[in-house]
Nanobody
Framework: QVQLVESGGGLVQAGGSLRLSCAAS????????MGWFRQAPGKERQFVAA????????NYADSVKGRFTISRDNAKNTVYLQMASLKPEDTAVYYC????????????????WGQGTQVTVSS
């Protein structure tokens, strides 16, 4: 069983930055790919970014490329999402997820979810 706990959300003005963290309760670095997803009110959850834990290969949604960076710290079992140049349309609850492989996570196949953290970008 893997437990994921997100933190770092908050209120920020457009153009600002935030860093989200996702701490895993178990050793995920040799077993899972990790991803970030977001869900805005009235919309479906959508993929944001993913990272393969062992090779650090990454993948991003087109809407965040060049603005968001996903990274991981194996020693801390933690994945980060650095968000820059934030826009009001980035407002959503952001979820961390763990899946069997990078491309599975990119496709939304996630075995474990965190509880989510709210990000609100004001204009």
């Amino acid at each position: 069983q893997v437990q994921l706990v997100e933190s770092g959300g908050g209120l920020v003005q457009a153009g600002g930055s935030l860093r989200l963290s996702c701490a895993a309760s178990a050793r995920t670095n040799s077993r899972y790919a990790m991803g970030w997803f977001r869900q805005a009110p009235g919309k479906e959850r959508q993929f944001v970014a993913a990272i393969d834990w062992s090779t650090s290969t990454t993948n991003y949604a087109d809407s965040v490329k060049g603005r968001f960076t996903i990274s991981r710290d194996n020693a801390k079992n933690t994945v980060y999402l650095q968000m820059a140049s934030l826009k009001p349309e980035d407002t959503a609850v952001y979820y961390c997820g763990a899946g069997a492989a990078l491309w599975a996570v990119v496709g939304g196949s996630v075995g474990y979810w965190g509880q989510g953290t709210q990000v609100t970008v004001s204009s």
